[in-house]
């Protein structure tokens, strides 16, 4: 079975500061990882993915994540926030069945 | 772009009352999928299915849960007789294939059940 940590419930930071939203994961087969960004009120979008390949995955709106199998993290960046930023992220993992197994999801915060 | 889309956005109904949540996947995906959100919990999971059978579910998708693909394009999960513990956001997904993709999401249901 799959497991997802993401260790911060809920981030503030100021607008055009960098931000790291933390992601760990338990499994005990390979994985695939996402992460997905909620605005508020809407459903889940798909913000990036590692299926395979280089560890460094290009999502949209200038997001970033590093796929690190012996820290089994996948920790999402962006040096400059915006205020439209603001939402509530999750990371997601699929292992050994077709379910994605959900984080709790952090909140970011992008105040002016 | 293709998106999936859920229909209605939010259902108000009384317990014990048997409600359908509808979706309409993407057109060329084969993998249907179920989750559901509880205010303030995680997303989880509840069903997928494919060739029109369920392939995977959870604890969660008892008897009171079931899954058709009644036509070539809509989707839809029934819970028989609605608890209050079944108010949630659902949210319908699609993907082309089951593992080494990504699953494209709707944008929810907001079930409320007084």
């Known amino acids: 079975a799959q497991s997802v940590t993401q260790l911060d419930s809920q981030v503030p930071v100021f607008e055009e500061a960098p931000v790291e939203l933390r992601c760990n994961y338990s499994?005990?087969?390979?994985?695939?990882l996402f992460w997905y960004v909620q605005y508020p009120n809407q459903g889940l979008q798909l913000l990036l993915k590692?299926?395979?390949?280089?560890?460094l995955v290009k999502g949209i709106n200038g997001f970033e994540a590093e796929f690190n199998k012996s820290q089994t993290s996948f920790h999402l960046r962006k040096p400059s926030v915006h205020i439209s930023d603001t939402a509530e992220y999750f990371c997601a993992v699929k292992g050994g069945s077709e379910k994605l197994v959900f984080g709790k999801g952090t909140k970011l915060t992008v105040n002016p | 772009e293709p998106e999936v889309t859920q229909t209605p956005s939010h259902q108000v109904t009384q317990m014990g009352q048997e409600v359908i949540l509808r979706c309409v996947p993407i057109?060329?995906?084969?993998?249907f999928y179920w989750y559901r959100q509880i205010l303030g919990q995680k997303v989880e999971f509840l069903v997928s299915f494919y060739n029109n059978e369920i392939s995977e579910k959870s604890e969660i998708f008892d008897d009171q849960f079931s899954v058709e693909r009644p036509d070539g394009s809509n989707f839809t999960l029934k819970i028989r007789s609605t608890k209050l513990e079944d108010s949630a956001m659902y949210f319908c997904?699609?993907?082309?294939?089951?593992?080494?993709?990504?699953?494209?999401f709707g944008q929810g249901t907001r079930l409320t059940v007084v």
């Open positions: 499994s005990s087969v390979s994985v695939y």
């Open positions: 590692y299926l395979s390949g280089s560890t």
């Open positions: 057109s060329n995906h084969l993998y």
């Open positions: 997904a699609s993907s082309v294939w089951a593992r080494n993709t990504e699953a494209f």
